[in-house]
């Protein structure tokens, strides 16, 4: 009887750590997923006071500094363009893995949660079958 105990200990430690990895793989890449949004929102942020110095340059001739400066800040704009494209792929990869990760985390807590009542059940029959002996 002591090594099946130790054998069922060890499968429900086994549940408990497997529910843990998953919960931990899941607020990583929430915090990851969280981290490209607040990328994406400074980029938007930066591309578009960028827009605002543009526009705010206005065309003017050529030899004007400010032509110089628009120009600068069109090449900014399109290399920001660039990064944010690459920003939104990143997060929507790493939106599909929380959506793959949340999945295997509610299946653990549902996995844990089944071993749980039928330990609870197991309990509660040993109980009421040593009532039954006294």
Same mark, same amino acid.
């Given at each position: 009887?002591?090594?099946? =105990?130790?054998?069922?200990?060890?499968?429900?430690?086994?549940?408990?750590?497997?529910?843990?990895?998953?919960i931990?793989e899941?607020?990583a890449?929430?915090?990851? =997923?969280?981290m490209? #949004?607040?990328l994406?929102? $400074?980029?938007?942020?930066?591309?578009? #006071?960028?827009?605002?110095?543009?526009? &705010?340059?206005?065309?003017?001739?050529?030899? #004007?500094?400010?032509?110089c400066q628009?120009?600068? +800040?069109?090449?900014?704009?399109? !290399?920001?363009s660039g990064?944010?494209?690459?920003?939104?792929? !990143?997060?929507?990869?790493?939106? @599909? $893995?929380y959506m793959? &990760?949340l999945?295997?985390?509610? +299946? $653990?807590?549902? =996995?844990?949660?089944?071993?749980? @009542?039928?330990?609870?059940?197991?309990?509660?029959? &040993?109980?009421?079958?040593?009532?039954? #002996?006294?």
């Open positions: 009887m002591g090594h099946r =105990y130790r054998r069922v200990a060890a499968s429900r430690q086994g549940v408990v750590d497997s529910v843990i990895g998953d931990d899941l607020v890449l929430t915090l990851a =997923y969280q490209l #949004n607040d994406t929102r $400074s980029i938007d942020f930066a591309v578009s #006071n960028a827009e605002r110095g543009v526009t &705010a340059a206005g065309a003017g001739d050529a030899g #004007n500094a400010k032509a628009t120009r600068i +800040l069109a090449k900014g704009i399109e !290399q920001l990064l944010r494209d690459e920003v939104l792929r !990143q997060r929507a990869q790493m939106r @599909q $893995s793959a &990760a999945n295997q985390a509610n +299946l $653990s807590a549902n =996995y844990a949660g089944v071993v749980r @009542q039928r330990d609870r059940d197991a309990r509660d029959a &040993a109980g009421a079958a040593a009532n039954r #002996n006294r």
